[in-house]
């Protein structure tokens, strides 16, 4: 940006379809290689952190109203808050708690997969926690 400040506004819709070109090259290589090479490690990393460092980019410099709208929505805001204590509790709690509430949960939801309702079980419980871990623990941080 110090070098040239209009490069970024300037060029971004070429370098999101350059990421995606990279990644359609990319699967019809695959494709004709019977998909043996791995997408996330040859080109997937790189090209989502380019475009996460693209949507942070809009989002700071503030003048892209539908990153904005997204950014600004209640329900981001309060995972925002949240996230540090979801990414550390959702996989513990899911370990603990999936096997149990598989094994509970009776075929009377015939119309919802026990594997979805255990799932969503889970969820809730990390998003507790996280709440609860934030207000007691984090926020004093």
């Known amino acids: 940006m110090k070098t040239s400040p209009g490069f970024i506004e300037k060029y971004t819709t070429a370098i999101v379809l350059s990421l995606a070109g990279v ?72 370990l603990l708690l999936n096997d149990f509430l598989l094994n509970r949960i009776t075929g009377n939801l015939s119309f919802i997969p026990p594997r979805i309702v255990a799932s969503l079980i889970s969820t809730s419980a990390a998003i507790a926690l996280s709440v609860i871990s934030y207000r007691y623990f984090e926020s004093y941080f």
């Open 23 to 94: 990644n359609f090259l990319f699967y019809f290589f695959n494709r004709n290689n019977n998909f043996t090479f791995p997408y996330l490690a040859i080109a997937g990393y790189t090209t989502f952190a380019v475009m996460l460092a693209l949507l942070i980019y809009e989002s700071i410099k503030g003048t892209n109203k539908p990153v904005e709208l997204l950014f600004n929505n209640r329900i981001m805001k309060f995972f925002g808050k949240y996230s540090y204590g979801l990414y550390v509790y959702h996989w513990p709690i899911y």
